[in-house]
């Protein structure tokens, strides 16, 4: 069985903490090689080795940081269709949902390239006499970031591009249920010119994660995952001095006015609903829906279109499916309870996924999409984040109403009201408490040059991850007042300095 070890100053490294996690194709439910779960000693060695390309690093011009970049870009492009594909192997989605993500990852990288023009600070001349302001944006050292299942290429790549362009080092510890994806992307590094030790991975579960949140030599985490282990990470990596951002789990609602256009609706709403099997942060997992005829026609309509979705493997179909399978045995075992617990709610179940088999692949870890009506604010069903292809649709009398149940939500990370009333939307938009928000426009993940982040327990630290956020979480300003020339010499001042 082939075994994947870390990444350690721009080598493969094997591990020898004995322990491993297995790594399986969820479109098969076959072991496809194991994963190392790294020890103390082996994550204390990969931080070492982010610690000791720091100082070289962080004195490479920005415009020779971006070239790493840009070359960077160029060979996983090149590379995208084997990325992909490895995408594809561990985690399920089809084909053109990995290229996908990959793209919204790249996009990220491009924005990296700009970073002589974003790291550049401000400047004011003569604030006061010969004296001149200006701040500097400099790296932090080592950062650490640690990533979920649901995106191996993309989320890895909202932190290391950014992180490594402001000059810092990094250290990633990825999902250790599809790790592939990043050793591959260390290995592009490394052939794009990125110095020994700048970037390193260490593959593992809790034990190498404790080390990065209390090693004293790491200076900021960057963490994407479910929401306790988020909460978890916040709390422990600040009460140890760093710096932190933890995007958590979600559950976001679309909001369907009476005049919105229902084609457009549907179609909106069975892609974010069921692309990439509903585990996607930012998928449609609660339609709300103003009034009984609404709701009525729309869970029709979406009926009607889930009895025509393709559910298969994510490769080698010649017509290929719309959903994969999930991650996991377990994961697909949890989903199908939560389909069995809405039941049990009193929740109207449509379409039933549960005993969705794919021919030739009875071991694959599929559930069908499924659909259930009636959905009330009291069920754990609404509640609670299933993270797969299950959506529940909820009846609301006003807009309202319908608002005060989204802000009402733990969880804020995105939304999308779907109308053609600028009113609406417009105070949609400016009163509900999430993050994201869409309109007439179902998953508004940001672009790369904007910042993504949710509210609530969707996320815990105040800075989103990529764009103006991101290079404010991977630099420290420091702000310097010079007077110039000498020559203009001020007197002793006992009262807070003032510039006269
Ligand atoms: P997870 O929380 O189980 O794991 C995320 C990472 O944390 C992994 O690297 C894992 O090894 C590590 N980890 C797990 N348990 C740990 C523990 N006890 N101590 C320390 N580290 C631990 O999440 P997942 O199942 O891989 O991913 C799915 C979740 O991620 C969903 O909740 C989804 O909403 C969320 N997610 C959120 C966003 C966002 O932007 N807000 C984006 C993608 C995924």
Not at 127 to 150: E, K, T, W
Not at 431 to 450: D, S, Y
Not at 454 to 476: A, E, I, Q
Request: proline share 6%.
């Amino acid at each position: 069985m082939r075994r994947l070890g870390n990444y350690i100053n721009g080598q493969a490294v094997p591990s020898n903490s004995g322990r491993y996690g297995s790594v399986f194709n969820p479109a098969t439910g076959h072991e496809s090689c194991q994963v190392a779960l790294s020890n103390q000693a082996e994550t204390r060695e990969a931080i070492a080795s982010a610690e000791a390309a720091f100082s070289q690093w962080s004195q490479v011009t920005p415009l020779n940081r971006a070239r790493v970049m840009f070359k960077f870009k160029a060979l996983v492009e090149q590379h995208a269709d084997e990325i992909a594909t490895l995408i594809s192997q561990e985690h399920g989605k089809v084909f053109s949902d990995a290229r996908g993500e990959l793209t919204r990852g790249l996009e990220v990288v491009e924005f990296a390239c700009g970073i002589p023009h974003l790291q550049k600070g401000e400047h004011s001349l003569n604030v006061g006499r010969g004296v001149d302001s200006f701040s500097l944006m400099q790296p932090l050292g080592v950062c650490a970031g640690i990533s979920p299942f649901n995106f191996p290429a993309m989320v890895p790549m909202w932190m290391f591009p950014v992180a490594i362009a402001c000059g810092n080092t990094f250290v990633m510890k990825p999902s250790e249920k599809d790790p592939s994806v990043p050793l591959r992307l260390a290995e592009l590094l490394t052939e794009a010119g990125l110095p020994d030790g700048v970037f390193n991975i260490v593959n593992g579960d809790k034990e190498a994660v404790d080390v990065l949140l209390t090693d004293e030599r790491v200076q900021a985490v960057s963490f994407v995952g479910s929401t306790p282990i988020a909460e978890y990470i916040y709390a422990t990596a600040s009460a140890h001095g760093k710096r932190v951002q933890a995007l958590g789990g979600a559950k976001n609602h679309m909001l369907v006015m009476p005049d919105a256009d229902p084609d457009q609706v549907v179609a909106s709403l069975i892609g974010a609903a069921y692309g990439s099997a509903g585990e996607r942060c930012m998928a449609i997992s609660v339609a709300v829906c103003v009034g009984d005829e609404v709701a009525d026609r729309l869970v029709g309509q979406l009926a009607d279109e889930i009895d025509q979705l393709r559910v298969g493997p994510g490769l080698g179909l010649t017509e290929e499916a719309h959903m994969g399978p999930v991650i996991s045995e377990q994961h697909c075992a949890k989903i199908k309870d939560y389909i069995t617990l809405g039941q049990q709610e009193g929740a109207s179940l449509i379409r039933d996924g549960r005993d969705f088999v794919y021919p030739g692949h009875e071991h694959g870890y599929f559930v069908g999409a499924s659909l259930f009506d009636h959905v009330t604010p009291g069920m754990r069903i609404y509640q609670e984040e299933i993270f797969g292809p299950v959506l529940c649709v909820v009846r609301a009398e006003s807009y309202q109403q319908a608002l005060t149940m989204i802000n009402e939500h733990e969880y804020g990370n995105g939304t999308a009201i779907f109308t053609r009333d600028g009113d609406t939307a417009r105070q949609f938009c400016e009163n509900v408490q999430v993050g994201m928000v869409g309109v007439n426009l179902p998953i508004p993940v940001p672009m790369a040059f904007h910042s993504f982040g949710g509210w609530k327990r969707s996320l815990f630290g105040p800075l989103h991850m990529h764009g103006p956020d991101g290079v404010r979480f991977y630099t420290r300003m420091k702000t310097v007042t010079a007077r110039w020339p000498t020559g203009l010499r001020a007197g002793a001042e006992f009262s807070m300095p003032t510039m006269k």
